[in-house]
DNA sequence: AGCTGCCCACTGTTTACATCA
DNA sequence: TTTGATGTAAACAGTGGGCAG
């Protein structure tokens, strides 16, 4: 039962001031990824799953238990569930700040009922989740780039065959074509484009417009 | 250099839910 | 259809190491 990050819908806003600190790769997402990572913050089954269970034991909301460190009687530890309202007050603050000074940390612990320490490791958990969520959603985005980049590497290792074969009957029909797809790569941010649309790295202008930016130090690579 | 507090990574326990016989 | 066993994911919390003040 393996459920999918998006159907967890778990947040994780580029705005965070979390993740430019973190995660490289998500500045590179795309439309798609973005609108993946502005999701709604709580899963829904488990959102309803806690209501329900509330019904059921009448406990939450106050962490009355806790002073004990939440054991029973005997001992047992008892698992603390927080309540709905306690989970959107610290998703509503770990929005704003994913850490906690001293200070804030007390004032939340005040304002939900729980010991400092049971936000703190809130926290500290909330960090790991989005960690971890943003760790996936890298992978995916790095193997759905590798794919890309596959297929496209595929398509112009047939262009050069044909090339090649055109360029063996025909040589003077090959000198009188329009230059074939060509990429090229600046060197100084390490992206590649298609220069169909602008031959300028083979006029007079020899700089390297990559996606309407101009770079300065072009690298031309041309079929053989 | 030792102390303290914080964070992170790892791990264990508990809980809720899905599936199947 | 109901029920109990089982597997899995998620949430909460403890522990130890690293690091900064």
């Known amino acids: 039962m393996m459920e999918r990050a998006d159907d967890l819908g778990l ?28 999701m709604p913050l709580l899963p829904a089954k488990r959102v309803s799953a ?7 034991s009448g406990q939450r909301g106050g962490g009355s238990d806790d002073e004990d460190g939440g054991c029973g009687m005997d001992g047992s530890r008892k698992k603390l569930r927080l309540s709905k309202d306690q989970s959107a007050v610290l998703e509503d ?7 906690l000074n ?8 005040q304002q939900l009922g729980l010991r400092s320490r049971q936000v703190e490791v809130w ?3 909330r960090r790991a989740r989005t960690k971890l969520k943003q760790t996936e959603v890298d992978c995916e985005f790095l193997k759905r ?18 090339l090649r074969a055109l360029k063996l009957v025909s040589p003077h029909q090959y ?12 060197p100084s941010c390490e992206r590649v484009s298609n220069n169909n649309n602008n031959n300028n790295n083979f ?15 072009p690298i031309a690579v041309r079929p053989q």
């Open 102 to 109: 001293p200070r804030q940390k007390a004032a939340l612990a």
């Open 123 to 125: 926290f500290q958990n």
């Open 93 to 99: 603050s770990f929005r704003e700040h994913p850490t």
């Open 11 to 38: 947040s994780l806003s580029l705005s965070s001031p979390l993740a430019p600190r973190t995660h490289h790769v998500a500045m590179l997402l795309h439309a798609p990824e973005r609108r993946f990572l502005e």
């Open 50 to 56: 806690v209501s329900a269970d509330e019904e059921r």
């Open 145 to 162: 780039c590798c794919e890309t980049l596959t297929e496209e590497n595929r398509r112009l290792q047939k262009e050069v065959q044909e």
């Open 175 to 186: 000198m009188h074509m329009s230059p074939p797809t060509t990429l090229t790569m600046c």
């Open 203 to 217: 006029t007079g202008d020899r700089r390297n417009v990559v996606d309407g930016a101009i770079c300065h130090r």
